[in-house]
């Protein structure tokens, strides 16, 4: 590691421990880098914004993906106090940056309470076996609005 990933994780830290005197949400912070500037910042505020997706990583890439007027994160890295749970991990892939550096495990985590196992263990299993009773209907009609996104010419690049 270099001299600058271990003071952007410091401050992902930081942002973490701010947030136990704060009291805004859970212990996690983290940062969004591009070319030696912290250009996003978040830390969880679940209970605090009563959004169950304001998680420190998603908060992060949100305000980096504002400044940066962009939806993906090219050329940026992300540091994370603690390993990220799936759907930050999914946020992440989504927003394309070039790196992820996380401090604590989701081990550490889930014995402060934060324990994504469940989910992870939910995630390979077949939309039939999960716990969360899970129904597809109107699939025919979804689909068309899919092919109606491929025929369109004017469309965004993902």
């Keep these: 590691m270099e001299e600058s990933d271990?003071?952007?994780?410091?401050?992902?830290?930081?942002?973490?421990?701010?947030?136990?005197?704060?009291?805004?949400g859970g212990p996690f912070g983290a940062v969004v880098v591009?070319?030696?500037?912290?250009?996003?910042?978040?830390?969880?505020?679940?209970?605090?914004?009563?959004d169950p997706t304001a998680h420190?990583?998603?908060?992060?890439?949100r305000d980096a993906?504002?400044?940066?007027?962009?939806?993906?994160?090219?050329?940026?890295?992300?540091?994370?106090?603690?390993?990220?749970c799936p759907m930050c991990l999914g946020a992440i892939y989504w927003a394309r940056p070039?790196?992820?550096?996380?401090?604590a495990s989701k081990h550490d985590a889930a014995r402060a309470g934060f324990d994504d196992s469940?989910?992870?263990?939910?995630?390979?299993?077949s939309i039939e076996q999960r716990d969360l009773p899970t129904i597809q209907?109107?699939?025919e009609e979804a689909a068309k609005v899919f092919q109606?996104?491929?025929?369109?010419?004017?469309?965004?690049e993902y």
Aim: net charge negative; with cysteine; aromatic share 10%.
């Design 118 to 125: 469940y989910i992870y263990q939910q995630l390979p299993l």
């Design 34 to 50: 591009k070319d030696g500037v912290i250009i996003g910042r978040g830390s969880n505020s679940v209970p605090s914004s009563n």
């Design 65 to 84: 993906c504002k400044n940066l007027d962009s939806f993906q994160l090219d050329g940026c890295i992300i540091y994370s106090s603690c390993e990220p």
């Design 137 to 139: 209907f109107m699939s």
């Design 56 to 61: 420190a990583e998603i908060m992060a890439i």
């Design 6 to 24: 271990k003071k952007f994780m410091q401050e992902a830290i930081k942002l973490a421990a701010d947030n136990l005197r704060s009291l805004n």
């Design 98 to 103: 070039e790196k992820l550096y996380f401090a």
């Design 148 to 156: 109606q996104w491929i025929e369109l010419e004017t469309k965004p």
